[in-house]
């Protein structure tokens, strides 16, 4: 099952080092293995973490796809970019809610996570990105356990 996230922001990420930069500052340990991002390029957007795959889909797209798909959501505003991503791994979760916060913080922006219908401002969306990566962390290794024989 694929899941999404979108980030609002007043402007795009300038690049690569401006992304990894926020993403190291908040101390998360994704690495993002690219040499271009949104809106530049689309599609797959590869990424590590703790030593796992942890890429996810990367796109920009005109505001009105989110407020046409959830009229009951106050977007707030104005936006003039909004990055949506697409995962469906656990490493892949984990990857997309540090670049979110990452994202939210850099940029003053706001996370909205549809799944569960929350807008995150701040501190809140790296609460988020942190409970997430706790989360994943433990859901892999339920999933890792021990064989039945």
């Given at each position: 099952m694929t899941m999404e996230a979108y980030v609002l922001c007043p402007r795009p990420m300038s690049g690569v080092t401006e992304w990894q930069?926020?993403?190291n500052a908040l101390g998360f340990e994704l690495a993002l293995e690219v040499e271009q991002i949104p809106p530049v390029t689309?599609?797959?957007l590869p990424a590590t973490w703790q030593g796992r795959q942890a890429g996810f889909e990367c796109s920009v797209i005109p505001l009105s796809d989110l407020t046409e798909t959830y009229p009951e959501?106050?977007?707030?505003?104005?936006?003039?970019?909004?990055?949506?991503?697409?995962?469906?791994?656990?490493?892949?979760?984990a990857g997309v809610w540090i670049a979110v916060a990452a994202c939210v913080r850099q940029l003053d922006?706001?996370?909205?996570?549809?799944?569960?219908?929350h807008l995150l401002a701040g501190e809140d969306a790296i609460h988020y990105a942190h409970e997430t990566l706790a989360s994943a962390t433990m859901l892999e290794a339920q999933l890792s356990g021990p064989q039945a024989g």
């Open positions: 930069n926020a993403i689309r599609g797959h959501i106050n977007f707030g505003g104005p936006w003039a970019c909004v990055y949506a991503f697409y995962f469906a791994a656990i490493s892949s979760c922006g706001i996370a909205f996570d549809p799944q569960e219908g």
